[in-house]
């Protein structure tokens, strides 16, 4: 309550005056309301300002002012004073509720589409690993150079179908790839290394027109414990000359030491190359004594395909002469978009023949891309005629 304060000098005119002060005071309660009495405590409450508040309650005292702040998280009780500043406030919530306000702020809204077609909107916590994961995935799925993770337009689809994500560079994108990769390589081992029995192996060597290098790639193949057939690509690498039988052993021999498939090797598939026939005679010496079953009589497995593909490249040389010719024809009106164009539209308007057969030369090493391109080219026998 307000009260006029006299000095001590006039003790009996101040006791008039408080008397007088009281009586003032009850009148203005009984005409204005109850509202005048909590204006001292509302002016109180309209300093305190700062954002710190929103996580304390002000606790004052008969005057008014507030002396203690209590958390509304911890309740843990604190100086409110003024003179005392808010710093103190604002490092008890950095330290002991900074993972709350950053767990909420991590909700976000998400639609989810229910069994009977409708959409329903319910509350999504944002996973950053969860996302770079995703990111991860679309970039070595689609054979995406990782500098695509600077482009502008890239960074601007993401901050708008999530402002929380943050920018990353490529060489972030990179370790998050290579920590992906060895994750999934241990737990591939893992279960290749528990399924019952042996594992047989594929392997094979080319060299790429673009780069001029020369690759290996070496494939497992295996039953799981639900008698189900698996094949995991277990090898991929640039291997460097000299190509001999004894260097490719030494990069087959490294790929099973490394998977610990030494004792777990049932056969190798390999083509009729000259040089196979020295690797597997080296990989037979490296591998442990006993390792191999049956005294490796089916270590090395002939490649079937490549022992037709054979067959049937010797076969084709008959027709040699007339499938260099259909080859020689297809390239020359491939070469140009208007004879390409004259062809089709000759097919359709002279010989009534459908155009959705496509020219296609043919591989000479793919015996079934040579019958593919005889076929076609039968089918427009009088165009060509």
């Known amino acids: 309550m307000n009260q006029i304060f006299i000095r001590k000098n006039y003790k009996g005119k101040g006791r008039m005056v408080r008397r007088w002060s009281c009586l003032l005071y009850l009148r203005i309660l009984l005409v204005l309301g109850p509202n005048v009495a909590d204006q001292g405590q509302s ?13 304390f309650t002000g606790i004052s005292n008969n005057d008014d002012d507030v002396i203690i702040a209590e958390c509304n998280h911890c309740k843990k009780r604190l100086s409110g004073k003024s003179s005392n500043g808010t710093s103190h406030l604002s ?19 998400k ?25 991860s995935i679309y970039l070595v799925s689609g054979f995406h150079p990782f500098t695509i993770v600077e482009e502008e337009g890239f960074r601007h689809i993401m901050n708008t179908c999530c402002p929380q994500f943050k920018a990353i560079s490529r060489r972030t994108i990179k370790r998050e790839i290579m920590a992906m990769f060895l994750s999934r390589r241990k737990d ?13 192996f594929t392997s094979d060597n080319w060299k790429s027109e673009v780069s001029k290098h020369s690759y290996i790639c070496i494939t497992c193949h295996y039953i799981d414990a639900d008698w189900k057939l698996n094949k995991r690509i277990v090898w991929f690498k640039k291997i460097d000359p000299p ?12 790929a099973f030491r490394e998977w610990r498939f030494e004792k777990k090797v049932m056969c190798i598939t390999l083509d009729n190359a000259a040089y196979n026939d020295r690797m597997i005679n080296c ?19 002939r490649c079937c395909a490549h022992i037709l593909n054979l067959v049937v490249q010797t076969g084709l040389t008959l027709i040699d002469p007339a499938a260099d010719k259909l080859r020689d024809g297809i390239m020359y009106l491939k070469a140009s978009g208007t004879r390409l164009y004259k062809f089709y539209s000759t097919i359709k308007t002279i010989f009534n023949l459908e155009e959705s057969r496509r020219l296609k030369p043919d591989m000479p090493i793919r015996w079934n891309s040579t019958y593919t391109m005889c076929g076609c080219c039968l089918y427009y026998r009088e165009v060509f005629q």
Not at 111 to 135: L, P
């Open 91 to 109: 490092r008890h919530t950095e330290a002991m509720h900074k993972t709350d306000n950053a767990t909420l702020n991590n909700y976000f809204l």
């Open 243 to 254: 190509y001999d039988g004894a260097s490719i052993a030494d990069e087959v021999h490294l």
């Open 111 to 135: 639609d989810e589409i229910k069994d009977d077609g409708t959409t329903a909107f319910k509350n999504g916590k944002f996973d950053v690993q969860a996302a770079r994961m995703a990111i």
């Open 43 to 55: 002016q109180s409450a309209f300093r305190l300002k700062s954002k710190v508040w929103q996580d």
């Open 188 to 200: 591939t081992m893992e279960v290749i290394l528990a399924a019952p029995g042996r594992v047989s």
């Open 283 to 301: 990989l037979r010496i490296r591998l442990s004594k006993g390792s191999l079953p049956l005294s490796s009589k089916f270590f090395q497995i």
